[in-house]
């Protein structure tokens, strides 16, 4: 609509002329020359002022007003807008109802369109609501829209209480376009629809798009159809996705973080192959890809778990061997058990006699204790004996301390304070405690086992009765038991 407020032209303009030609009447009046009293033309003057005011004030009162034609052209446009049989009936007639309010308003001086301003709005609400009327009657399809926001913006100024026969037309064309409007939203989603099912636009923003239009035969038709399509573009990047996280974890040097990469990645399939299961229909390509990656995931695990298991079985079997040398350096004809060190106590104590040479004994090597028993036993100081060694000297002197005891007949029957006994029971106890009980029985295989309770078994009984026997069970609470990993890294 053209703006109503373009201003007339001003009668103010006619003012100044009207002034002087008055002006210059006075200065022509018949009679008037230098002789006439002073008197006479100061009044002539006050005349000319009193006209000039008269005309200003008629001039104003003209300019102020509203001209009877004018104002029954307005009356007669309301009475037309609030009567529906007078309306234009087509877009044409419309257009010339708004050209004519704009040609009254055009008129109007800025006075007298201020004073009637509340008339001229609601008039050019109207002529502005019928225009639209008439002008989006026949709106194209891709209007539909912007008609439908214009009346309703047009209803929002509605001015109350006036031209409620307009209002209710408004209302009307305003309901009577909402299935035009949803009919087109509809087949341009239809559209959108057709190109997203050929890779041409998003499928996911044409699906959410299309929900609301559910209810519809032929939206409810390609629905499903666009569901696919997301499933199977959705599934896809989704596979991409693990299989770039697949092929960086091969690269893992630490078979744990593998490990854990591996398992993550095969979760995360196994859920997409179990989420693409449940979808009717299932998207089969995409399963199939799935189903592939998710084989390629088990078998880089499976030959991960294998080789763990094989170096897992190479680690027992360090432990068994560990384990087993431990029990032979206790119980074999080389070890530590009574029965073998008794002799061959009794056979050093023999060489000490004639010693002539220093040399680390084998007893004080192995069980350092041993030279506080003999040191106590003997009351020999081995004080200043450093580690296992033994000089000539303190082996003759231990010798000598343990002279062996000869019978009647000259023959040998044992040593003095039973010395050799009771280092074979301190060899028997210590031996247990250090090389029984760091092994881990549940640890061993069956054979090994087996040797394992046998010497263990051997050794406990010997010490039966003696307080080396408690020694062993209490020392069974504290010594650290050796693990699979600690054996397997010092025994490569």
């Given amino acids: 609509m053209s703006a109503f407020f373009r201003s007339a032209k001003s009668h103010w303009l006619v003012l100044p002329a009207c002034a002087a030609a008055f002006f210059l009447a006075g200065t022509t009046l018949p009679g ?16 000319v002022q009193a006209a000039l005011k008269r005309v200003e004030g008629e ?58 301003l509340p008339q001229l709005a609601r008039l050019n609400w109207g002529v502005e609501a019928v225009w639209n009327l008439r002008t989006h ?58 190109r997203a099912l050929e890779g041409k636009e998003d499928a996911i923003a044409v699906f959410s798009s299309l929900e609301e239009f559910r209810g519809e035969k032929e939206v409810a038709a390609i629905l499903p159809k666009l569901r696919t399509k997301i499933l199977e573009k959705t599934g896809l990047e989704r596979i991409e996705s693990f299989e770039k996280n697949l092929t960086k974890t091969r690269s893992f040097a630490d078979e744990r ?80 058990y009574y029965d073998v060190t008794l002799p061959w106590v009794g056979s050093e104590l023999k060489t000490f006699g004639n010693a002539t040479e220093d040399a680390d004994w084998a007893a004080f090597q192995v069980f350092p204790s041993l030279k ?29 301390a343990a002279q062996p005891i000869v019978s009647a007949g000259g023959v040998g029957v044992g040593w003095r304070k039973n010395i050799d006994q009771e280092i074979a029971y301190c060899a028997t106890r210590d031996g247990m405690v250090k090389f029984l009980l760091p092994i881990q029985p549940h640890l061993l295989d069956p054979p090994v086992a087996q040797l394992y309770q046998q010497a263990f078994s051997k050794g406990w009984q010997k010490l039966e009765g003696r307080e080396d026997q408690l020694f062993v069970a209490q020392q069974s609470a504290e010594v650290k038991k050796k693990p699979l990993e600690e054996v397997a890294s010092s025994n490569p």
């Avoid at 002789?35 to 006479?40: I, M, W």
């Avoid at 034609?69 to 807008?81: A, F, I, V, W």
């Avoid at 490990?259 to 199939?288: A, H, N, Y």
Wanted: charged residues 35%.
């Fill in 32 to 47: 008037c020359n230098s002789s006439k009293e002073p008197t006479a033309t100061a009044k002539q003057l006050e005349d």
């Fill in 59 to 116: 001039l104003i009162s003209l300019r102020q007003g509203l001209p009877r034609e004018t104002e029954q052209k307005l009356k007669d446009l309301e009475k037309s807008l609030s009567d529906r049989t007078q309306w234009p009936r087509d877009a044409e007639g419309a257009e010339k109802m708004r050209q004519g309010l704009d040609e009254i308003v055009q008129a109007l001086s800025p006075v007298a369109a201020e004073r009637i």
């Fill in 137 to 194: 009657a026949k709106a194209a399809p891709n209007q539909l829209d912007e008609a439908k926001a214009t009346i309703e913006e047009v209803l929002e100024r509605h001015p109350r209480g006036h031209f409620p026969e307009i209002q209710k037309e408004l209302e009307s064309r305003s309901k009577e376009l909402d299935p035009q409007v949803r009919a087109f939203q509809v087949k341009q989603l239809l559209e959108r629809a057709s």
């Fill in 257 to 336: 973080a593998r490990l854990v990469s591996l398992l993550t990645i095969q979760e995360g399939v196994l859920r997409l192959t179990v989420d693409l299961e449940l979808e009717e229909p299932s998207p089969k390509d995409v399963l199939k890809k799935a189903k592939n990656l998710l084989g390629s995931c088990d078998k880089e695990l499976l030959a991960l778990a294998a080789k763990q298991q094989d170096e897992s079985a190479k680690k027992v079997r360090r432990y068994q061997a560990w384990a087993l040398e431990q029990i032979r350096k206790f119980d074999s004809p080389n070890g530590w």
């Fill in 372 to 400: 506080e028993l003999v040191q106590e036993k003997l009351g020999v100081d081995l004080s200043d004996v450093k580690g296992a060694m033994l000089n000539a000297e303190k082996r003759r002197e231990i010798y000598k």
